[in-house]
């Protein structure tokens, strides 16, 4: 008895047997040239995609604007305490943002003041959650910034008050507005 998988092919057919046989290697070539081009072409987008890190950053800087965000909310009700870096102990505004940034990844300067100079200006149309926005709380009506909070999104930021510590306000108040200096953004956003 034959086996199954042996094939008997009369004389005539053998010819056409070994042209189907070299069909096959080109098409079995064929496909994998194919599958190298896309190989190659994916190596080709992943170096482009490195060598391009604005296409690549897009992706990242709402991700670390999130994280930003995410990280504010874990301080609220945190006492204020001027001068303060700690949260167990307490924070003031500019030590809360400058410790929000780190926590995502960021540098910015310890004091107001410093952080206000370290940041690009945005116009208000502009703004987006994790932007800053940067205070006259002492002399209303001057471009003197003493104060800085983060934006949060749909008009409310959060900041370290010495009256209510870590808390959430809406930038649409007077008080606040009267002595918004600027709005500006991190330089790497």
């Known amino acids: 008895a034959k086996s199954p998988t042996s094939i008997t092919l009369p004389l005539k057919n053998r010819k056409s047997f070994s042209s189907l046989q070299a069909s096959l290697v080109h098409a079995e070539v064929v496909l994998y040239l194919s599958l190298m081009k896309q190989s190659f072409k994916f190596l080709v987008l992943v170096v482009f995609l490195m060598r391009c890190p604005g296409l690549a950053q897009a992706r990242s800087i709402a991700k670390t604007r999130d994280e930003v965000i995410g990280k504010t909310l874990r301080y609220l009700n945190t006492p204020y305490?001027?001068?303060?870096?700690?949260?167990?102990?307490?924070?003031?505004?500019?030590?809360?943002?400058?410790?929000?940034?780190?926590?995502?990844?960021?540098?910015?300067?310890?004091?107001?003041?410093?952080?206000?100079?370290?940041?690009?200006?945005?116009?208000?149309?502009?703004?987006?959650?994790?932007?800053?926005?940067?205070?006259?709380?002492?002399?209303?009506?001057?471009?003197?910034?003493?104060?800085?909070?983060?934006?949060?999104?749909?008009?409310?930021f959060i900041h370290a008050s010495v009256t209510n510590g870590i808390h959430v306000e809406p930038i649409t108040?007077?008080?606040y507005l009267d002595r918004l200096v600027a709005i500006k953004k991190y330089r790497g956003f």
């Open 81 to 156: 305490l001027w001068g303060g870096e700690h949260p167990q102990t307490g924070l003031d505004c500019s030590s809360f943002v400058q410790l929000v940034y780190r926590n995502a990844g960021l540098h910015l300067p310890r004091v107001a003041r410093d952080q206000y100079r370290s940041t690009l200006p945005l116009s208000p149309a502009n703004v987006l959650p994790g932007d800053l926005l940067f205070f006259s709380m002492k002399r209303p009506g001057l471009a003197h910034v003493d104060h800085v909070g983060i934006y949060l999104g749909k008009g409310y």
């Open 173 to 175: 108040k007077p008080y």
